[in-house]
C-alpha cells in the first residue's frame, strides 16, 4: 500500500516564523493519511485510538516547551530554548512508526522533511531528544493496554439481540475496543448509558417505524435533502474531523501549544468516546435495525410488523445497535471543541468524501442533529442508540477536560460554555 498525497513532503515548504503551528497540523495529516491507508475501508472506530495516541505525544511534546497548558500524564518539561516544532514531529513520528511499522520509508521521508525545514542547531536537537522522550512515554503508557485482545461476543441469537447482518455476515468487528485502557477515562464503561429500551415499549416500536420509512433503501420517506444527509456523514467521521480542525486552526491562526492541545482534547476525547461506544455494544448486544425489521415478527411488540426484504440506505457496520459510535464521537468532539475554544461557536468546514462536497457548521448543536440524524435516515442506528450515544461521548468529553489539557497558572479558569444538545 501506498500513502496519498497528504502524507508526502510539499515541494516547497510552507512553513514560516509566522506559522510555527503548521508542522503540527502537518503532522496531523500525515498521521490520519498513514491510518486511513492502513486500516482501509475497516467500518470501525479504530482510527480514533491511533489520532488519540499521536495528538497526545504531539501535546506533551510542545506544552513541555512551551508550558500554559498541563501536561498529560508527565512531568517532565522540556529544555529551555528547544525548539517545538522539532519536538512535535519527532513525538508523530516516532508513535506513527511504532504503530504502523509497515509504512517506515513514507514516514522517515516525511521526518526528513521536517527536520529539514528548520534551522540545524541546538534547538533542534533539544527538541528532537525531548519530543523522542515524549513519544516514549505515550507508548510506554500504551503497553499492554488490551489492544488486539482476544475478546469474545458470546451472546446467542435471540430477539432483540446482535447477530451478523446480511449482506457480508460479518462477525462482531474489533470487539477488543470494548475493553481497551481509555487514555483519558478511568475504566471502559465511566460513562456506560443505560440499556436500550424493551422490546415491548412504545419507544422501541417508534424506533423500528420510523427506520422502516426513514431509513429504507428504497421507498423511503426521505427527502433528496436528508438522504444527502445521510451519505455525506457514512464516511469516516474521525478523518473529516481532523480535515476541519486543521482548516479551523490555521484560518485562526491558533499557536503551536494552542494548535497542540485542539487535537490533544478532541482527539483524546474521541479516542474514549469509541471505547464507551464499543462497551455499551458489548455490553448490550443489541440488534440492528435490519435484523429488527426483518424479525419484528418475534419482538412481541404489536405495534412493530415485519417486512423480511427490508433494506438500509447504507450497508450495515458489524457490530451493534446500541450506541451508535459515530454519534458518540460526534458528542466528544463536539464538548471537547466548545471546551477548548471556550464557546458554542465552532466554526467548521466539514468535507466528505462520499458527496464530494462540504459543511460550514457554526453550531456545535447544528453538527450533533445532523450526525443523528444521517445515521437513522442510512438505516443503520436506532434514533435511540443515536442520541443516547451522542450524550455519552458529550459526557465523555466534558469529564476529560475537566481533568486533562487544562491551562496552568491562569485566573479565574477556563470559561466553560454549555454542553452542546443531542
Not at 436500550?196 to 412504545?202: E, W
Not at 455499551?280 to 415485519?306: C, E, M, Q, S, V
Not at 459510535?325 to 458554542?344: F, K, M, P
Not at 456545535?364 to 435516515?377: E, I, L, P
Request: with cysteine; glycine share 8%.
Amino acid at each position: 500500500m501506498t500513502l496519498t498525497a497528504a502524507a508526502r513532503p510539499p515541494g516547497q515548504d510552507t512553513r514560516s516564523p509566522a506559522d510555527p503551528a503548521a508542522v503540527v497540523r502537518e503532522w496531523n495529516a500525515i498521521a490520519t493519511d498513514t491510518i486511513k491507508t492502513s486500516l482501509g475501508p475497516r467500518p470501525s472506530g479504530q482510527a480514533a485510538i491511533w489520532e488519540g495516541f499521536v495528538s497526545v505525544a504531539v501535546y506533551n511534546a510542545v506544552v513541555g516547551i512551551e508550558g500554559g497548558y498541563a501536561l498529560y500524564k508527565w512531568h517532565e518539561h522540556g529544555p529551555a530554548k528547544a525548539s517545538p516544532a522539532a519536538a512535535a514531529a519527532t513525538a508523530a513520528h516516532d508513535v506513527l512508526l511504532a504503530c504502523f511499522p509497515a509504512f517506515k520509508e513514507r514516514i522517515d521521508t516525511a521526518y526528513a522533511h521536517s527536520l529539514a525545514a528548520l534551522p540545524a542547531g541546538q534547538a533542534r536537537d533539544r527538541g528532537v531528544d525531548y519530543g523522542r522522550r515524549a513519544a516514549a512515554r505515550v507508548l510506554d503508557l500504551r503497553e499492554g493496554d488490551g489492544r488486539f485482545a482476544d475478546v469474545p461476543f458470546t451472546a446467542a441469537p435471540a430477539p432483540g439481540v446482535w447477530r451478523p447482518t446480511p449482506p457480508a455476515f460479518q462477525p462482531f468487528i474489533d470487539t477488543w475496543l470494548a475493553r481497551l485502557r481509555p487514555l483519558l477515562l478511568s475504566s471502559p464503561h465511566q460513562f456506560r448509558p443505560a440499556g436500550p429500551p424493551a422490546l415491548s415499549s412504545a419507544a422501541y416500536a417508534g424506533d423500528v417505524r420510523e427506520l422502516k420509512v426513514m431509513g429504507a433503501k428504497t421507498g423511503s420517506g426521505r427527502s433528496a435533502g436528508q438522504t444527502e444527509t445521510a451519505l455525506f456523514f457514512s464516511g469516516n467521521l474521525i478523518e473529516q474531523v481532523q480535515t476541519a480542525l486543521r482548516d479551523h486552526a490555521a484560518r485562526h491562526r491558533l499557536g503551536i501549544a494552542e494548535t497542540a492541545r485542539l487535537f490533544a482534547a478532541v482527539n483524546a476525547s474521541a479516542t474514549d468516546a469509541v471505547v464507551t461506544a464499543w462497551d455499551a455494544k458489548l455490553h448490550y448486544g443489541f440488534w440492528r435495525p435490519i435484523t429488527a425489521i426483518r424479525l419484528a415478527a418475534t419482538d412481541g411488540n404489536p405495534a412493530t410488523t415485519a417486512d423480511p426484504v427490508w433494506e438500509p440506505l447504507l450497508p450495515t457496520p458489524p457490530h451493534p445497535d446500541y450506541v451508535a459510535g459515530h454519534t458518540t464521537v460526534a458528542g466528544a468532539v463536539t464538548r471537547a471543541l466548545t471546551g477548548v475554544l471556550g464557546t458554542s461557536h465552532i466554526d467548521l468546514h466539514v468535507p466528505s468524501e462520499v458527496t464530494g462536497t462540504t459543511r460550514f457548521y457554526g453550531s456545535a448543536d447544528d453538527f450533533n442533529r445532523d450526525v443523528v440524524d444521517a445515521r437513522v435516515w442510512g438505516g443503520v442506528h436506532s434514533r435511540t442508540a443515536d442520541v443516547a450515544g451522542c450524550r455519552a461521548g458529550t459526557d465523555v468529553a466534558a469529564w476529560a477536560l475537566d481533568h486533562y489539557f487544562q491551562p496552568v497558572a491562569a485566573s479565574g479558569g477556563p470559561h466553560r460554555p454549555a454542553s452542546p444538545r443531542c
